[in-house]
């Protein structure tokens, strides 16, 4: 059983259309990040989120975390085939000190 | 440059051979950890160490070991390999949990 659930797992787009892609949890977490991860490469950082209801811009892409600290989207306006790749979700636990990733969303944005 | 490198990238074994993947960084991080992907499971926490000579399981420790004797590196140690080891696995550093993690470029093991 996953901790953390994202969904779609899949999602193929056109260039141009907007996305929104969830991560979902029955835990609270202290902080959640997004990660983009591209093929044969470890994943990167894309954001941090720390406080409930917390909203964060990045260019095109705007994240949120529940007010519940319970769950996060990420939405990306107008997508761009430079925005494919694996987006996965961490989420830092109160107790203990490791992280817990979501399985993955694969987003392909075809031009 | 900033960065976090592992050896081998590749590996191919057969199953009960000795094996160590190593993995250093160079940003003097305390904490560090190693993950293991696989499809449809995405990243699973191996074993993590939040500085020299401490280190904890994470979710799926069994059949691992790990030392964390110098700051910048954290070796993974697989003392007798089998199959269901066969994935793509990642270490990671960070200036503690809340902090980014930087990911190597992961060493992918096939045990047969």
């Known amino acids: 059983t996953q901790l953390l659930e994202q969904s779609p797992q899949f999602l193929s787009i056109q260039e141009g259309e907007n996305l929104t892609v969830y991560c979902n949890s029955s835990s609270v977490f202290s902080s959640l990040q997004w990660y983009r991860q591209e093929p044969g490469e470890g994943p990167v950082l894309l954001v941090t989120v720390v406080t409930g209801g917390e909203v964060k811009k990045l260019k095109r892409l705007t994240f949120q975390f529940g007010d519940a600290r319970k769950d996060s989207s990420l939405h990306i306006t107008a997508a761009q085939p430079g925005d494919t790749g694996l987006y996965l979700c961490a989420g830092g636990r109160n107790y203990g000190q490791n992280f817990v990733f979501g399985p993955g969303t694969r987003l392909s944005v075809l031009p | 440059e900033a960065q976090v490198t592992q050896n081998p990238r590749y590996l191919i074994t057969v199953t009960g051979k000795k094996l160590t993947v190593t993995c250093s960084q160079n940003?003097?991080?305390?904490?560090m950890s190693w993950y293991r992907q696989d499809p449809g499971l995405g990243l699973r926490q191996i074993y993590y160490s939040m500085n020299v000579e401490v280190t904890d399981k994470g979710d799926v420790p069994e059949g691992y070991k790990v030392s964390r004797k110098e700051k910048r590196n954290f070796p993974l140690i697989l003392e007798s390999p089998s199959p269901n080891q066969t994935s793509l696995y990642f270490c990671a550093s960070s200036l503690s949990i809340q902090y980014e993690q930087y990911f190597g470029p992961g060493t992918r093991l096939t045990v047969t």
């Open positions: 940003m003097n991080h305390e904490y």
